[in-house]
């Protein structure tokens, strides 16, 4: 991928999103406003030209699977409609190699406001960690809005696009999902397996909604949505992994 225009971009942000994911949510700006289980989820209450973008930071532990299965999972387009209930349709405009593609998603509808789709490369990476040379064991998947000839925004500059019979309002997006393998060695020497593995998982969302939504409707959507999201697409992924070798 390195040789794509994209490149420098994906750099930087991913490397961005890994920093901003790995700030504690200790400093008194995030609002913690869903819990479930070892899942904590915060916001912060921004708006942009009267816009909602509240910045949404996700912490969750789940027993069993790796973090490489758990990015893998997200990252990769043929299990995204298993999990992904908010998406009517999705495809991939470009591979740009075998850790980056730029996707096109159509968001369900969310009454009153109009239909949104969202377009955003996506790319997935193994961090070493700074902190830890021999910690191969932190995946991170970023995923970006971005431009792409085969899916314009109009022209006419309020990131409204033609349907067949209607309007999408582009969303603008920045989201980055990090894990990171914990492993708890069998005393005896014997072979690890999925009992000895815990996945610690940051997810870090801004979503832009690009054009106007009542800030009531938005709030009340991203506050029911992303626990749901987040729950299911776990449970998905350790449903997918349990009989399955492990894959760091
Ligand atoms: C009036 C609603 C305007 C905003 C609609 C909208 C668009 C995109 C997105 C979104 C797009 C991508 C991602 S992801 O993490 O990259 C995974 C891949 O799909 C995540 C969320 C969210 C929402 C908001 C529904 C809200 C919502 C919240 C969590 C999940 C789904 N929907």
Known sequence: AQSHVLWPEIDRITAEQLHYARQGVGEGVWELFAEDGEMRMYKREEE??????????????????????MCHYFFSPDYRLDWETTIEQMKVLEKVSDDTMIFLQIHKRVWPASQRDALFWSHLRQVPDSRDPDAQNIWIVCNHSTEHHSAPEKSNGKYIREKSNGKYIRVFLTVALVCQTMIEPPKNGAQITRDD?????????????????????????????YPKFLKKFTHYVYDQCKNKPIRF
């Open 48 to 69: 942009v030209n009267g816009l909602v973008v509240d910045p949404l930071k996700a912490v969750h532990t789940v027993k069993g699977v790796t973090g490489f299965e």
């Open 197 to 225: 593995l815990t996945c610690k998982i940051t997810y870090c969302s801004v979503v832009n909604p690009g054009g106007w939504a009542p800030a009531s409707v938005l709030r009340a959507v991203y506050k029911r949505e």
